[in-house]
C-alpha cells in the first residue's frame, strides 16, 4: 500500500515539496506519495484528524501554521528545538497515531548559509518578520554565534524588534548589520513584483542578503541586493536541505535532495 504524507499550509500554489519528495521516493524505490494539502486556520483541526484517519505517516507544515499546529491535540511530543522555537515544519506520526512535532528549518538553513561560505559569527544579523520561519533562522544564527539578531516588525513589542521607522531614523546603526534575512513571503509567486525592503532605504552597504522565499528563484530583493554589489542568495537550498532532513524523519533513508537542483521547474 503506498504510504502517504503531505504539506499542509494556505496557499500552497507556490510549493515545489511535492515535485521534490516524489522524485526523492521514486529515486529511492519507495512506494511514498507527497500530496499538498490547502487548508485554511478555520478547517486545520479537523482535516488534520481527517488525514490522519485515513493513514497519513506525516506532514510538512508551512505559512500560515507552523505555530497554530502546535496547539492541536493530535501533536503529542515536541523535539527540543520546537520546544524553544514554538514552531514546527515537520510532523512525524507515532504509532498510537498521533504526532510528533520537529523542525527541521533551522538546520537547513544553517546548513545553506555555511555552503555558501557566510560567517555570522560575532555579527549582527536583521531578520524581515516574526513567524515560524523567522524564529528558526534566528535559532540558527545564535547556534552560529551572532553577536546580535535583530527582528523587523510592523509593531516591536521586544527588544530583540525594531520598526521600519527606527531603521530608516537610524542609518548608522544599520550600517553594522551583516546578514539580511527575509523571512516573509512578501515577493513570493504570484506576487512577484513586491519586494519587502522600503524603496528609499538602502540596504546595508556590507550585508549578505538572504531570501526564504525560493519561487521565484530571483526574487525582487535580490535583484535589489546584487544591484547594489551585495552577495544574494535565494532560499532553494535552504528548501532543498531542510526537506532532506524531514524526508529521513519519515522514512529512515538518506538522500541528497541538493542532487535534485537542476530538476526544479523554475
Not at 486556520?41 to 510538512?60: D, I, K, P, Q, V
Request: hydrophobic share 40%; proline share 6%; with cysteine.
Amino acid at each position: 500500500m503506498t504510504e502517504r504524507v503531505g504539506l499542509i499550509g494556505w496557499p500552497l500554489t507556490h510549493s515545489l515539496s511535492p515535485f521534490l519528495h516524489n522524485r526523492a521516493f521514486a529515486a529511492c524505490g519507495l512506494d511514498w506519495r507527497y500530496e499538498a494539502l490547502p487548508v485554511t486556520a478555520e478547517a486545520l483541526e479537523t482535516r488534520l484528524r481527517g488525514w490522519l484517519a485515513e493513514g497519513y505517516r506525516g506532514f510538512n507544515v508551512t505559512i500560515p501554521h507552523k505555530q497554530r499546529v502546535l496547539q492541536l491535540d493530535r501533536v503529542v511530543e515536541r523535539s527540543a528545538e520546537v520546544e524553544v522555537l514554538q514552531a514546527t515544519n515537520t510532523l512525524v506520526r507515532l504509532e498510537d497515531g498521533r504526532l510528533r512535532a520537529e523542525n527541521t528549518d533551522w538546520l537547513g538553513f544553517l546548513q545553506d548559509l555555511q555552503a555558501h561560505g557566510v560567517e555570522v559569527s560575532g555579527r549582527t544579523c536583521l531578520i524581515l518578520g516574526t513567524g515560524g520561519s523567522a524564529q528558526a533562522v534566528a535559532f540558527a544564527l545564535r547556534r552560529l554565534g551572532a553577536r546580535q539578531v535583530i527582528f523587523v516588525s510592523r509593531n516591536p513589542r521586544h527588544p530583540d524588534q525594531r520598526s521600519w521607522e527606527s531603521l530608516h531614523a537610524d542609518r548608522e546603526w544599520l550600517e553594522t548589520v551583516h546578514l539580511v534575512v527575509n523571512c516573509t513571503p512578501v515577493g513570493m509567486y504570484p506576487q512577484v513584483e513586491a519586494c519587502p525592503w522600503p524603496p528609499h532605504l538602502p540596504l546595508p552597504s556590507q550585508a549578505v542578503v538572504y531570501d526564504l522565499v525560493y519561487n521565484p528563484r530571483r526574487t525582487r530583493l535580490l535583484e535589489r541586493a546584487e544591484q547594489a554589489g551585495l552577495q544574494a542568495i535565494g532560499g532553494i537550498g535552504m528548501l532543498l536541505r531542510q526537506a532532506a532532513l524531514s524526508f529521513t524523519q519519515w522514512t529512515g533513508v538518506t538522500f541528497d535532495f541538493m542532487s535534485l537542483l537542476e530538476e526544479i521547474p523554475l
